[in-house]
């Protein structure tokens, strides 16, 4: 079957930096997704990775290696505002995004 | 205002009534999806539209039903709901030449 894994719950605190890990078995590989879902609102897209290797966006990183079936989202300086749930996903073979269930990311001052 | 609307925002329903959840996007992205989030478990494909005229059945199509007649909207009918239909549902867009999808508000729905 296809899985998505990632940590329940992390809390990191205000200014430092956090890893959030996401590992996955899926039937084929078109690309892994991280989103931002913030408390009662819809996920937005954070980035998008399909080649080994990191891909930089501001605070914000994402790591994939394709042979371990391993990301991670690093986020640096964090802030409150980062206080949400990062959603990881995989686009597998028939091109359908398969969800893990989310990290809740709590941020302490 | 680009991007994807949801209506409505949340809605307590009867079991057994039918029910049509909306979305429309005015992005003219090709494909649409319907999603279901549950406490504690990823979002879960219900069905999808690669494009207008399409539809296809996704991970948990059951009672559900959907259909595209153009590009802009996509609708989601539960024919008889059930309390197992309490949920958080999101619809979302993507576009051919861009993989990630875009999703909207999100409807809060309860069967009683």
């Known amino acids: 079957g296809q899985n998505i894994d990632q940590p329940t719950e992390m809390t990191a605190t205000e200014g430092a930096i956090v890893q959030i890990n996401c590992t996955y078995q899926?039937?084929?590989?078109?690309?892994l997704f991280w989103y931002q879902q913030h408390a009662g609102e819809a996920p937005t897209f954070l980035s998008y990775?399909?080649l080994d290797g990191l891909e930089e966006k501001g605070r914000f990183s994402s790591f994939l290696s394709r042979s371990k079936g391993y990301s991670y989202l690093l986020l640096k300086e964090l802030q409150m505002k980062d206080s949400a749930s990062y959603l990881c996903?995989?686009?597998?073979?028939?091109?359908?995004?398969?969800w893990g269930a989310g990290t809740k990311l709590i941020i302490k001052p | 205002i680009a991007g994807i609307t949801q209506a409505p925002t949340s809605q307590i329903l009867a079991a057994g009534r039918r029910m049509t959840l909306r979305c429309t996007q005015d992005?003219?992205?090709?494909?649409m999806y319907w999603y279901r989030q549950d406490l504690g478990l990823g979002l879960r494909l219900i069905h999808y539209?690669?494009?207008?005229?399409?539809?296809g059945k996704g991970e948990v199509p059951d009672g559900y039903s959907v259909s595209r007649a153009n590009t802009d909207d996509f609708p989601l009918t539960l024919a008889s709901a059930v309390p197992s239909q309490t949920s958080v549902y999101f619809c979302?867009?993507?576009?051919?030449?861009?993989?990630?999808?875009?999703f909207g508000p999100g409807t809060r729905l309860t069967v009683l």
């Open positions: 992005m003219r992205h090709n494909a």
């Open positions: 996903a995989v686009m597998d073979s028939n091109y359908q995004l398969i």
């Open positions: 899926t039937s084929g590989f078109n690309g």
């Open positions: 990775n399909v």
């Open positions: 979302a867009s993507s576009d051919s030449n861009e993989r990630a999808q875009y």
């Open positions: 539209s690669n494009t207008a005229g399409t539809t």
